[in-house]
């Protein structure tokens, strides 16, 4: 079955410090990845995408490449900043399957000290 | 522009009431998608809705769970005889629409905090 598995959390850094999440997943085919934030109390929204192998996607100085090879979508920011504390996500979209049905990574809370 | 709304943020409930949770998509959208979270879980899909219609229920509990998106008002995923189990948050989220195609982004709420004493 399709399953995604992020590092566990939390992870806390200092302002300026860079960023890696670990993400790896499981899926027949080829699927699409995400890497969705949730703002504390907020919903999830999205924050980069890719639908491809070797895809880069970006947003907000975050970046993520699609490695068909090691089935890996980490998420690395060069230098991070207190506002971007929040929980990340890593989810999929197997091809075919219905838009709403992402599956999930448990989720890592990264804290950015100042 | 409101985003898509979720009522209430929080709400208790004892074992074995009913637990009615809403969710007002972004207007322009007609498709629904229910997700629970459970204390240090990822999100797991539930249900699939447009208007009146259920698209996909596959991460729905055979039981005591049920979901509508009438044609007219919000969304509601309605639990009955709740339990503990089921305390978890509970987002909605919306597009305009539901191709299955990766461009259409999904739009999330801040989530009903269901918590069963």
């Known amino acids: 079955g399709n399953s995604v598995t992020q590092m566990e959390g939390p992870v806390t850094l200092s302002e300026e410090a860079f960023l890696t999440i670990n993400c790896t997943y499981t899926?027949?085919?080829?699927?699409?990845l995400f890497w969705y934030v949730q703002y504390p109390g907020e919903g999830l929204q999205l924050l980069l995408k890719?639908?491809?192998?070797?895809d880069k996607g970006s947003n907000k100085g975050f970046e993520a490449t699609y490695r068909k090879e090691t089935t890996s979508f980490h998420l690395e920011k060069g230098s991070v900043q207190v506002s971007d504390s929040a929980v990340y996500f890593c989810?999929?979209?197997?091809?075919?399957?219905?838009?709403?049905?992402?599956?999930f990574g448990k989720g890592t809370k990264l804290s950015v000290k100042p | 522009n409101a985003g898509v709304m979720q009522n209430p943020r929080h709400l208790v409930r004892r074992r074995g009431q009913e637990a009615r949770l809403r969710c007002s998509p972004m207007?322009?959208?007609?498709?629904v998608y229910w997700y629970r979270q459970l204390p240090e879980e990822g999100l797991k899909f539930m249900v699939y809705?447009?208007?009146?219609?259920?698209?996909?229920e596959s991460g729905m509990p055979k039981e005591r769970f049920s979901a509508e998106f009438p044609k007219e008002g919000p969304s509601i995923l309605r639990i009955q005889q709740v339990v503990r189990g089921d305390s978890a948050a509970y987002f909605c989220?919306?597009?305009?629409?539901?191709?299955?195609?990766?461009?259409?982004?999904?739009?999330f709420g801040s989530g009903t905090q269901l918590s069963v004493l």
């Open positions: 989220a919306s597009s305009r629409s539901g191709t299955g195609g990766t461009n259409e982004k999904l739009f």
């Open positions: 899926a027949t085919g080829y699927p699409s």
């Open positions: 890719a639908t491809k192998a070797d």
């Open positions: 989810a999929l979209l197997n091809y075919g399957g219905s838009q709403g049905n992402l599956i």
């Open positions: 207007k322009g959208h007609s498709h």
């Open positions: 809705l447009q208007k009146e219609n259920i698209i996909d």
